[in-house]
């Protein structure tokens, strides 16, 4: 069967425009895959952490973890022992174009008691020290100056900031049962959270209760 002139002429149009759409296509995928970045804090108890950062708009990942230490694929109750190095700890994954690694951090201050040496709240040790990990230099310089206006606008936090800010160097996830574990375990989270005197101690320190995400 053959085709006249017109015809084969409208199909290299149409196979032409596939092609092209193929390959728009290719390119905006791209280039919003480009668009995501990660950020990694430590802030004590990677339950918590996980809700502080859950449902903001841009933010399309939170997930708990260990940072920081030198045991590769720690376990949990081998970071428990305090002798891995590794911190609790959650990686963002987010779209700096909907929301900045400079308001990531605010609200990742807001919601620490940022004075506690190797501790948060009720939970004692190295593994809950606080730590921001910064993953470049722009991290590095946002993380920083973060620190340096708490220091001058809050006077009684002057001098007192124990958190560290370290270069990323690894990350490994927890496991399966402390993912959303706010969201899948709501009465034993929120017993441990109001036990340990998280959101009484945030009022004290920045006047409002940390944030949590809905379950």
Known sequence: MTHSPTV???????????????????STALAAAKKQETATFAGGCFWSAESMFEGLKGVSSVVSGYSGGT?????????CTGTTGHAEAVQITYDPSQISYAQLTDLYWHNIDPTQVNGAFCDHGRQYRS?????????KKVADASKAQI????????????????????FYPAEAYHQDFYRTNPEHYNAYRVGCGRDRRLKELWGAPGRMASH
Do not use: C, H
């Open 151 to 170: 220091e001058k606008t809050q006077a009684k936090f002057r001098g007192k900031i124990a958190v560290a800010i370290e270069p990323y160097k690894n």
């Open 8 to 26: 084969a002429k409208r199909m290299r149009w149409m196979a032409a425009f596939m092609i092209l759409a193929t390959l728009g296509f290719a």
């Open 71 to 79: 045991v590769k694929n720690p376990s949990y109750e081998a970071v």
């Open 131 to 139: 730590v921001i990990f910064y993953a470049d230099d722009a991290q």
